[in-house]
């Protein structure tokens, strides 16, 4: 909920003025300048040849933000206003480079196409909104010169991984699908299934009576996979992310909370108190692996990274459920 709120008070694309879509846009080629050079450092014991090519991208980023300062000044001024990518509603965020370390090939180059995808849409989005002839020629070439990295990031795999790099159009359908589905939808199953756990078990534990519980656990599943829904609906539009339709990801996500909350609610239809509890433990254990081995296949999250966070974080929910409804 407060991320709800917080997402509310960011700026839309369309408010900002020409003033401010230079100003943001000089901040993102700092921001990626800076990413493609740790990205270099990171790489350049194993892959020289590709840390090369990630430092003269960086490069080039200086050069585009040379060019969008000195526009600015030709017809701003001196003064350039702090925008970032993180005051503007559904920009999409860079991912920090220490969340890559240790810098494998695949992905790096999988995030650089993601950053220059993102550029790319974002300068033809500024672009079609312009009025100023230069700033909306300089905007359309910069669109044009992230375009050819995307094609420059693909070269390192060719070079490098010809033989680990699926066909361009599966892995495109496999990043969308992604995008678009399993990350919303593994943020509200992790929502439903953990959050959920405490009211639940407390309720179990406080009354001992299987339907009361039952009725807490539908509530609490169905309202949290409204909240998650309308909140992932909210948050980005999919424009410049990329992540596809806001309606397809909030259907994800809010089908998703709720399947994750109702897992062990169900089992309280039984009227055995204890039978229904066991079950319930024994569901609770299978989703918490279920997410786990998710963030694993499809996120490339270590396998023991996120047993360790989903695992220990929904043992700790449910315990204090446990020992709130024990008190």
Not at 81 to 103: A, N, Q, T, Y
Not at 112 to 138: C, G, H, N, T, V
Request: proline share 4%; hydrophobic share 45%; charged share 20%.
């Amino acid at each position: 909920m407060l991320s709800f709120l917080r997402r509310n008070h960011k700026r839309t694309l369309d408010s900002l003025s020409e003033a401010e879509i230079l100003a943001l846009a000089i901040s993102s080629e700092e921001d990626d300048a800076r990413i493609y050079r740790a990205y270099a450092d990171g790489l350049r014991d194993d892959f020289p040849a590709s840390a090369t090519v990630f430092e003269e991208m960086a490069q080039e980023e200086d050069e585009h933000r040379s060019q969008l300062i000195a526009l600015f000044e030709q017809r701003c001024g001196n003064v350039i206003p702090l925008i970032r990518r993180d005051h503007v509603h559904g920009f999409p965020e860079r991912r920090p480079d220490w969340l890559v370390k240790p810098f494998g090939l695949e992905a790096v180059r999988n995030q650089a196409e993601a950053m220059e995808r993102q550029a790319e849409r974002f300068y033809l989005a500024a672009a079609k909104r312009s009025q100023d002839p230069a700033i909306r020629d300089l905007l359309g070439t910069l669109a044009a010169a992230e375009s050819n990295h995307q094609t420059l990031a693909r070269d390192l795999a060719d070079k490098h991984l010809p033989m680990e790099i699926a066909e361009e159009e599966i892995g495109k359908e496999r990043r969308q699908f992604i995008l678009t589905y399993v990350q919303p939808g593994l943020a509200g199953l992790m929502d439903g299934s953990v959050s959920t756990l405490a009211p639940i078990f407390a309720a179990a534990f406080a009354t001992q009576d299987t339907w009361q519980t039952f009725l807490v656990g539908l509530a609490a599943s169905v309202g949290a996979g409204i909240s998650m829904g309308f909140t992932e609906v909210a948050s980005d539009d999919g424009r410049l992310s990329g992540r596809g339709s806001p309606v397809k990801r909030g259907l994800a996500t809010g089908i998703m909370t709720t399947v994750g909350g109702l897992g062990h609610t169900l089992p309280y239809l039984i009227p055995h108190f204890n039978t229904a509890t066991a079950i319930a433990f024994a569901i609770v254990f299978v989703e918490l692996w279920v997410i786990a081995y998710i963030q694993n296949r499809y996120m490339e999250t270590p396998f023991w990274r996120a047993t360790l966070q989903i695992v220990l974080g929904g043992g700790l929910v449910l315990a204090a459920g446990m020992l709130i409804g024990s008190a």
